[in-house]
């Protein structure tokens, strides 16, 4: 099966080897990976701010990209791929935009997503040894509606053992510009998060969205917690 990727903004600067090992994954799943070189920021911190009009440019670009073909779209964040998802809202005063903003965000997916609904891949034949807890970010189970997919791909990693948390579903309170905007009580909600997470005692924090893992990640290493942060990528790659 052929595939587009979208690597998103995150993994680009800042994760490279999100990006790398969703890639690898992938191609071991028995996918060939394009990649649209036009491709670039979809526009989510301009959008999740207020600013729709002059995001448009930014969304247009993206929807040009991946309408070279009719393979599906892959991408390793959440967040992203719900901003994709709703460009024909925001670009409803363009029908015509937004038949093409359709189109695209038809055919894209998140990760787990696409792994486990459309590839029919459970077991992806990972080996991780430790304790676990998941965090399922805002993105995913609010927006996309991806909540047992991640579940699925994690109980068949060899060795690892996922714990429940007090509030699991609980936003971490990164929430885009949100952090900046309301940082207090960002702060609050981050700290209520590391302190569930905590509780359990962990080797590992995991989870599907770069930023959440940051956020959380962020206030664990500030208040010294030994817990090692992995996006589910990483762990899917383990052997």
């Not at 247009?60 to 719900?82: H, Q």
């Not at 363009?94 to 997916?109: G, I, N, S, T, Y």
């Not at 486990?116 to 080996?127: D, T």
């Not at 007090?166 to 510009?177: A, I, L």
Request: glycine share 8%; charged share 25%; proline share 5%.
């Amino acid at each position: 099966m052929k595939v587009n990727f979208f690597v998103t903004c995150l993994c680009d600067v800042v994760k490279s080897e999100v990006a790398k090992k969703t890639v690898l994954l992938l191609e071991d799943l028995g996918c060939e990976i394009l990649f649209p070189k036009e491709q670039g920021c979809c526009g989510q911190p301009s959008l999740n701010s207020g600013y729709i009009e002059s995001s448009k440019p930014a969304m247009k670009s993206l929807i040009c990209a991946f309408e070279g073909n009719d393979f599906p779209i892959v991408t390793p964040a959440g967040s992203c791929a719900a901003s994709v998802k709703k460009y024909p809202e925001y670009l409803a005063d363009e029908p015509e935009w937004a038949e093409r903003a359709q189109k695209v965000a038809d055919r894209l997916f998140e990760l787990t997503q696409f792994i486990v609904n459309h590839l029919g891949i459970k077991n992806v034949g990972a080996r991780l040894e430790g304790k676990a807890v998941y965090h399922p970010s805002c993105s995913l189970i609010r927006k996309l509606g991806v909540r047992e997919e991640p579940l699925d791909l994690l109980s068949q990693v060899e060795g690892l053992d996922m714990l429940p948390i007090e509030n699991q579903e609980t936003c971490c309170g990164f929430g885009g510009t949100f952090s900046i905007k309301m940082s207090e009580i960002s702060g609050e909600m981050v700290k209520e998060k590391v302190r569930h997470i905590s509780t359990a005692q962990p080797d590992y924090l995991i989870g599907a969205d770069i930023s959440c893992l940051m956020n959380i990640g962020g206030r664990m290493q500030r208040e010294g917690k030994p817990v090692k942060v992995m996006h589910i990528v990483d762990v899917l790659m383990s052997r």
